[in-house]
């Protein structure tokens, strides 16, 4: 197969290669597909997870069946997972003019673009295919902003039906990012292709239908050796008959081709065919312009059904915009397997439900009535007219009496009197089926890896928060590579928007984007300045300050996903961190650097709190003017004198209370002792001796601490003296001085 038509191709043969290219994709991936449907159904549980034919003859011979679905509550911990974490964007200037302002404004568009979009909901329920049938897919597209515009927005479109999307079966990538082509089927009435598309369509007309479907082009033929395809025409069409339901088809089909690409001087690279601002030229080099030859991606998208091509347009992205969540794919001898999350549980749910069933089965089996004995040995009545054995099941009887039945013994002839009725006392083995389910469930458990099941003995065994977290912790570790798909195909479509969102948003404008918190704010992007006010990438304004220029269509961004519990969910972490923080070490709040800083490090990027911080001790890394940065000096100039100051006082005032503070605390251990011995002699314990060497230690210890608390006292008043007589002898250098001036 091609990786793509022929340059000869022609419109009249656009359709006929997309329903070859559909048909390529039905051939080569049955088997995946049929496992993908076995798979979803047992996701949907009941008879689906029966083998086909197993319920309508158990119903025919009036035999019950039970399904216990366990794989559906498999899937719901992978997608709570992915509701509690959902993935963000995060970008980092990697190349070009590409700033840290330019890489918010573009996570600011990417989040719009799934507020609006709710993309949340798209990403979910692909990953919920994924999960239950190895399979899910979301799609990016482009829309209007609005009836009256011609501004152009990205959206995340869901795909409830991931059966309706094909692509190209050569694809190896962990989500089909190398496909070469792609598609997605939209399955329409006669009435609702008609009022979509109007009545003159050649799909319409049988003639012309048969007539396309005929022998291909020469180039077809030949390169697909595909002579004719009225199959296809006919699964398009609805059959023969030619009444519906119709096949429309959005098909994109990926193009390589060489450009060259140059060098200029604003030292941006552009492809030969890119406009190019007047005041540019092209940069040049010892041996002339600098450039090369480069291989681009060009996307063309058609609109198709069996015989009509309805629109041709160009894609601005790189690859097809269908983003795949796989499950485990593996080759072996050129042949592609794939898993679902409940692939390998699957024989272990049907074990389940035969042991469910079989149970329920002999139960409903079992003889209901507690006592067995010979025909006549009931019949009895009393004198109310009544037979206790009629009601021996519901009501308490003094005694029961029966009437005597004899039987003749063949071989002597003699009547026997027959034995009473006996209690039926025989008990089906419920209690081994039970624990053949149980066995059953743990496999299950297994072989999903959700180790926590509120229903299984293992999670209902554990009484610790500290065990049951555990559990989940397994779990996670064990699901992981789940969420990791779908941050895999997170991270694709993030880099898509990078490259569209400059073309479908260039120029100066004003756009929406949406903050880390999750509030809107309007801001100008792409704004242009005179060059001689532009310094390193930024404008210099009037007050001196550097202001972004917020130029998304400059360089080159990274995009990476990041995971993690919703705004919402981290402020309220940060605050209640902040509050223990705070009752933890209460003295910060008087150094409001050391505050500003545990605010920023606890806020973890919550712009409300970095504005607490900011408005405490301003962030260092704000643009200041030098004017700023001088003042700014000066004040910390001060504030370091002043500290000084305080820090002498404070070591003059401690040197002088020092004797009182240790001899408090010596007298307050003496007097502590004394209490202690006074209790221990009313207890009749003598520890005398024990008591004088404590407090021979303690008085030693007091009169080293007066000792040196008394050579504090006389270095400070040596330091006063020395202190003074420089003074002095500062003032008598002085006089003659000024003597000399007088004179």
Known sequence: MPSKPSPNISDEEIPRYVRRCWDLYQTQTQELREAEKESLGFWIGGKYQWREGETESRQGNNRPWMSINRCKPAVDQIENEARNNPPGPQAKPVGGQADSDGADILEGLIREIEYRSDAKSADIMALRYAAASGRGVFEMGTEYAGERTLEQRIVEIPAPDPACYFIDPAARMPCLEDAMWGGK???????????????????????????????????????????????????????????????????????????????????????????????????????????RWTPRRRVKKWVVTAADLLETTDWPGTMVPHF?????????????????????????????????????????????????????????????????????????????????????????????????????????????????????GEQIKAATAVFFEPSLPSAAQVQSGAAIKALQSQTNIGTVNWQDQLHRAKQLFYQQCAVILPKICDGQRVVTVVRPDTQHERLEINKEFPAA??????????????????????????????????????????????????KIAPQTLGSPAVLAKALRLVGAGDPEIEAM????????????????????????????????????????????????????????????????????????????ELDESQLEHFTGLAHEAGMQAEEHAHAATMQDSQQSAAAQQQQQAAQPQNEGTQE
Request: aromatic residues 8%; negative net charge.
């Open 185 to 291: 089927i939209r399955v329409l009435s006669k009435e609702q292709l008609i009022e979509e598309y109007g009545t003159e369509l050649k799909v319409l007309n049988r003639s012309i239908l048969e007539r396309s479907a005929g022998a291909a082009g020469s180039w077809m033929a030949e390169a697909l050796n595909w002579q004719n395809d009225f199959s296809t025409t006919n699964t398009w069409t609805g059959g023969a008959q030619n009444k519906g339901p119709y096949y429309v088809c959005e098909f994109y089909q990926v193009q390589i081709e060489r450009v060259k690409l140059r060098l200029y001087s604003d030292n941006v690279l552009r492809f030969e065919d890119e406009e190019v601002p007047a005041s540019v030229k092209v940069k040049r080099g010892d041996d002339g312009e600098i450039d």
């Open 324 to 440: 795949y969540v796989l499950g485990p794919e593996i080759w072996r001898d050129g042949k592609r397997f794939r898993l679902s999350l409940i692939t390998n549980a699957q024989d272990s749910q049907r074990g389940l439900n035969y042991t469910a069933t079989s149970a329920a089965e002999i139960v409903g089996t079992m003889t209901k009535a507690p006592f067995i004995g010979y025909v006549g040995q009931f019949d009895v009545t009393n004198a109310q007219g009544f037979n206790p054995w009629d009601a021996s099941n519901t009501q308490t009887w003094q005694y029961m009496e029966i009437n005597p039945k004899f039987a003749t013994d063949p071989a002597t002839g003699a009547a026997q009197l027959l034995p009473p009725p006996q209690r039926n006392t025989w008990e089906a083995p419920i209690q081994r089926l039970m624990e053949l389910a149980t066995f059953f």
């Open 533 to 582: 006010e532009m310094q390193n990438g930024k404008h210099r304004t009037k007050d001196g300050k550097l202001e972004s220029a917020n130029n998304i269509t400059l360089g080159q961004y990274a995009l990476r996903v990041t995971a993690g519990p919703s705004f919402e969910t981290r402020r309220e972490k940060s605050m209640q961190t902040l509050i223990d923080f705070l």
């Open 613 to 688: 911080a900011d408005a405490i001790a301003p962030s260092p890394d704000g643009q200041m003017s030098p004017e700023q940065q001088q003042a700014q000096v000066q004040q910390l100039q001060g504030q370091n004198q002043q500290m000084q100051q305080v820090i002498q006082k404070l070591q003059f005032a401690l040197a002088a209370k020092q004797p009182e503070i240790e001899a408090g605390k010596w007298k307050t251990a003496i007097t502590t002792l004394g209490g202690i011995r006074q209790a221990e002699i009313k207890a009749g314990i003598d520890k005398a």
